[in-house]
């Protein structure tokens, strides 16, 4: 009996499949048929798979610490008999909770948001749409699995059809983005592996890889390597550096504006909205949930480095002449408050970071989209080369101005609600996180407002001005039907998400709550 | 001679599908001597008939516990019967296929020698992996060997063919020499030609060390390994491709068994110098196969250097000397097998389709035969080691003891080999995913258009057991070797 959960990702498998195999004559069938699926994903989101969210079986590394995870689906999966060291047994288990309930929403909004903005692809539709649904099954068996071994798997298979996409379907020099991007995120998945391979094994016997059995304090028993202190963070910095790469965090973020400005756009949407999303989901259901001591031992160093990405982020966003690299580099900027959220250690910080990762991931989409609408006209993004663009394109400039305004917190939209959090979180930190560096990040807000202000005013306000002339203005027409459909979902539920943030946040506060209680069974020495 | 006769029986029962297929080679050659110029299709059916008899007799004796037969010489026992079995389920597959490169179908099948060759090759295999003394250890290699040579030199026309067999077989006898010098010290050590522990508990440490480097140097040269892969370069682009598919499967096996048996004989009188002995070979490989893969254009040459990296990963188990080790070194050995098979079968084909095997001529080639380059593309992912194929869950079930030997011993030596697995499997990334890359493009010339049903079912069922094997059954194989090779 395969639960709803499995539908979810074996959907979009299926979908995959019958693309593929379609004749070349129905090809447009393949476009209709992957936004009907993602629609229904969508449907069997918002209407089955949240509700259930903050009910469902109790799962806790002690039975005093229950966490509830809805709809859980398990079977037996591997038995890998290792000898005398024991048994691995990894599990095939699905579940939702109040830490991903909210990123499954996400994906399942971008996904259809995505199809739509592909819709005129005509370079080899059916491999397009097969690829996009596979990088759609995998995502959402990323962020459902309960397994370990389970979400390495999908983490890792991730990386195949955005590798394709970008290299196949983008830019001039996509082929050496892509291998960039393919080449360092595997770089930090095998630095997971190592943690994958360890963790298990404490004592003889059999050793779990689902996320219960792993934050099991038997694990750190006496004489175990990730009993001691030292073991502890040498785990945790392995899954540090596999999901910083992902999230990513300076200094390794630097596949990420290659990859993005090669991308054409609905690949960029998908990678920064959702790819970079698993990244810092992982931060904080693997790394903080497997090894919250070391996680509080090293939280002046994580918060710096998140605070290093918010500013130097915002810097270099700051420099930029592609409309597109600044949104990249702005993505980088954002990011760093997940960093700095997961890092202080307190209820707020951590919520404000999952909330982060919901909002920035809506505003990110809506700002890639904009970008594209300006590039599929006319093929450039240079921020100079356009002026005045609100006298004949006012619809268009509403919406950037929105997705700008939410792009640098404007109290009403939903980053705001997520970087108040965090910032919150980060002066009151339990870690050693100091003052300064909290206020540093402030900073980044005042940056992210320098930089988007400026942008929008050397492109959308003053006199009208082009640099491709009259062949520019003919064909720089407002947004499209399609368009208006794509971005205003967006931008409502930008506004939605930001004046009343108790729908998004109540389920995350609530798995925060039950989740810092549960890892002081974790921190005892 | 009577009860000699009957001594020998039971253990000839033991090694019926050798004599099967020994009779097989026997019956060939007069086949061939006789018929062979006018009914080349009847040889090749007979060989595949042998193989397949060897096969069905192999699959008989798996259920049969561990013996040792002809007086302790050899041992069969089920976990190298599964490596036998790998053997010749390689053989047949690729041997069905064989006449569909280009070589055999543009000159003909020729008279049949070639097929006596490549069930000689086989033979050899199947006596290597479950010899446990050293004079039919060197019988089984140097067999192995030769055929090896001669069918490198197949297509018999000057140039790179002559060129690649030349080498491979000054090579191959300076190593075999290396080699035998290293078997003599070994028995100036015990006084007996068994690999069995019993003689080398009390040899000197040092001696022993250096007789095992020396008698170790036959099973790397097979595998490929570095500092003994020079010819593997020019012998996988010299070599007609269809014996690259023999050359790149069934002497692997072999070595496997030959490094089960050195170990099993050696490694407890050496201690810890075993795995320092073979973490040099490890990292070598490892660092030069990826490396030098890096700059080819060719595709078996690309495949070449990647087997001196997979060498690499062979060896790990080796190096632990466990038998979770061994399991997940010879359940890498199948996958590695699956994989070669379905690359030099997708290569076949896309040679027969543009004429080269420069992959950057491939251009466009990937567009109307998508099937082709989708089952190419899990082979190669499946050689990088990613999910959800089986390279990914063979790299694993070597990682997972590796990282335990690291935190039981404490030893040092393990946790760089651990490091060094992952980072080479990033690095491999980078040239595996190339030929694929150059399908994928437009342009280029259509070339010729062709469905090879052969090639396409290799191709299909390699492909299809790399997913299967990625996903689950792997624990349940792994196990069933521990528990043989205990």
């Not at chain 2, 190339?434 to 493009?441: E, G, I, S, T």
Request: charged share 10%.
């Amino acid at each position: 009996m395969v639960g709803l959960l499995s539908w979810l990702w074996l959907l979009p498998l299926a979908g995959a499949l019958a693309v593929v195999l379609l004749p070349s004559r129905w090809a447009y069938l393949s476009r209709w048929g992957t936004l009907v699926l993602t629609l229904v994903q969508l449907i069997l989101v918002v209407g089955w798979v949240l509700p259930a969210v903050g009910t469902g079986t109790l799962l806790g590394p002690t039975p005093a610490t229950p966490m509830p995870v809805a709809l859980y689906e398990t079977t037996p999966w591997l038995r890998l008999n290792l000898g005398s060291l024991g048994t691995l047994a990894a599990d095939y288990a699905l579940g939702v909770d109040g830490a991903n309930g909210l990123l499954l929403l996400l994906h399942t909004l971008l996904m259809p948001i995505a199809v739509g903005a592909s819709w005129h692809e005509g370079r080899r539709p059916r491999t397009y749409f097969a690829l996009l649904q596979l990088l759609n099954a995998t995502v959402v068996g990323c962020f459902l699995a309960f397994d370990f071994l389970l979400f390495y798997l999908f983490f890792e298979v991730m990386l195949l059809p955005m590798f394709f996409l970008i290299g196949g379907w983008g830019g001039e020099r996509r082929a050496y983005a892509a291998l960039k991007f393919f080449l360092y995120t595997l770089l930090g998945s095998v630095a997971m592996l190592v943690v994958v391979v360890g963790l298990p094994f404490a004592q003889a016997g059999v050793h779990s890889t689902t996320y219960q059995a792993l934050a099991d304090p038997a694990l750190r028993a006496p004489g175990a390597f990730y009993a001691t202190p030292y073991g502890q963070q040498v785990g945790f910095v392995l899954l540090l550096v596999g999901f910083a790469i992902k999230l990513p965090a300076v200094p390794l973020h630097t596949w990420l504006p290659d990859a993005h400005v090669e991308a054409s756009t609905p690949i960029s949407v998908l990678l920064a909205g959702v790819l970079l999303k698993a990244g810092g989901y992982g931060l904080v259901r693997v790394a903080y949930g497997f090894f919250p001591a070391a996680g509080q031992a090293l939280g002046f160093w994580v918060a710096l480095v998140g605070v290093v990405g918010i500013v130097y982020g915002s810097l270099v966003a700051l420099a930029q002449t592609d409309f597109k690299r600044l949104v990249a580099y702005s993505s980088v900027g954002h990011m760093g408050y997940v960093l700095l959220g997961a890092a202080s250690g307190t209820a707020l910080g951590l919520s404000g970071a999952l909330y982060q990762l919901f909002a920035h991931g809506l505003v990110t989409a809506a700002l890639f989209l904009l970008v594209g609408v300006v590039y599929d006209r006319v093929h450039s993004r240079q921020i100079s080369a356009f002026g005045g663009l609100w006298q004949r394109l006012p619809r268009y400039t509403a919406v950037v101005a929105l997705a700008f305004f939410a792009g640098l917190a404007l109290p009403g939209t939903v980053s705001f609600v997520a970087e108040l959090l965090v910032l919150m979180g980060a002066f009151g930190a339990t870690t050693d996180v100091p003052l300064w560096l909290a206020a540093l990040a402030l900073a980044g807000v005042v940056l992210a407002a320098v930089y988007f202000l400026w942008a929008f005013q050397r492109m959308f306000l003053g006199p009208w001005r082009l640099a491709g002339g009259a062949d520019w203005e003919a064909r720089l027409t407002d947004l499209s039907p399609r368009e208006h459909l794509l971005l205003w979902p967006l931008a409502g539920l930008i506004l939605l998400f930001g004046l009343w943030p108790a729908l998004g946040l109540g389920p995350i506060t609530a798995w925060v709550a039950a989740f810092f209680e549960a890892s002081q069974t974790l921190l005892a020495p | 001679m009577g009860d000699f006769l009957a001594q020998l029986a039971p253990d000839l029962a033991l090694l019926a599908p050798e004599l099967v297929l020994l009779g097989g080679i026997c019956l060939l050659l007069l086949v061939e001597l006789g018929l062979g110029r006018r009914r080349p299709g009847l040889v090749w059916a007979l060989a595949l008939g042998v193989v397949l008899a060897d096969g069905v007799a192999l699959a008989l004796q798996l259920a049969q516990g561990a013996h040792v037969v002809l007086s302790g010489t050899l041992r069969v026992a089920p976990a190298t019967t599964y490596l036998k079995l790998l053997a010749a389920g390689a053989a047949l597959l690729w041997l069905w296929a064989a006449p569909e490169s280009k070589l055999l179908k543009t000159r003909g099948t020729g008279a049949g020698e070639a097929w006596v060759l490549s069930l000689g090759l086989l033979w050899g295999v199947q006596l290597l992996v479950q010899a446990q003394n050293l004079v039919l250890v060197y019988l089984a290699l140097e067999l192995v060997s030769i055929c090896s040579y001669v069918l490198v030199a197949y297509s018999r026309s000057p140039g790179p063919s002559a060129e690649a067999a030349t080498k491979y077989l000054l090579y191959g006898g300076f190593t075999s020499a290396l080699m035998l010098y290293g078997f003599s010290l070994l028995f100036g050590l015990s006084g007996s030609l068994q690999l069995t522990p019993e003689g080398y508990t009390a040899a000197p440490a040092m001696q022993l060390g250096v007789a095992t480097g020396l008698a170790l140097s036959g099973a790397l040269f097979k595998l490929a390994a570095a500092p003994l892969h020079f010819w593997a370069p020019d012998v996988y682009s010299g070599a007609p491709t269809w014996v690259v598919g023999l050359l790149a499967t069934l002497p692997k096996i072999g070595a496997m068994g030959f490094l089960y048996h050195l170990a099993v004989g050696l490694a407890p009188g050496l201690g810890a110098t075993w795995p320092v002995l073979l973490t040099g070979v490890i990292l070598l490989s490892l660092v030069l196969g990826n490396l030098l893969a890096l700059q080819q254009t060719h595709f078996l040459r690309l495949l070449a250097y990647s087997s001196v990296s997979q060498a690499g990963f062979l060896l790990l188990g080796p190096a632990l000397n466990t038998p979770t080790g061994w399991a997940a070194a010879f359940f890498y050995t199948g996958v590695y097998v699956v994989l070669q098979l379905g690359a030099v079968a997708a290569a076949s084909y896309y040679e027969r389709r543009s004429g080269t095997l420069v992959f950057e001529q491939w251009r466009g080639l990937g567009r109307a035969g998508w099937g082709w380059a989708l089952a190419l593309g899990i082979t190669l992912v499946g050689l990088v080691g990613l999910p959800p194929t089986a390279g990914f869950t063979g790299k694993l079930t070597l990682l997972l003891p590796l990282w335990s030997a690291y935190t039981t011993t404490g030893a040092g030596l393990y946790l760089v080999l651990l490091v060094g697995a992952v980072v080479f499997t990033v690095v491999g990334l980078a040239y595996y995913l190339k030929p694929l890359w150059a399908l994928a493009q437009g342009g280029g010339e259509g070339g010729t258009d062709a469905f090879i049903p052969k090639l396409a079912l290799v191709v299909a069922l390699t492909a299809g057991v790399t997913l299967a094997l990625g996903l689950s059954g792997f624990d349940r194989l792994t196990g069933w070797l521990a528990q043989h090779l205990g």
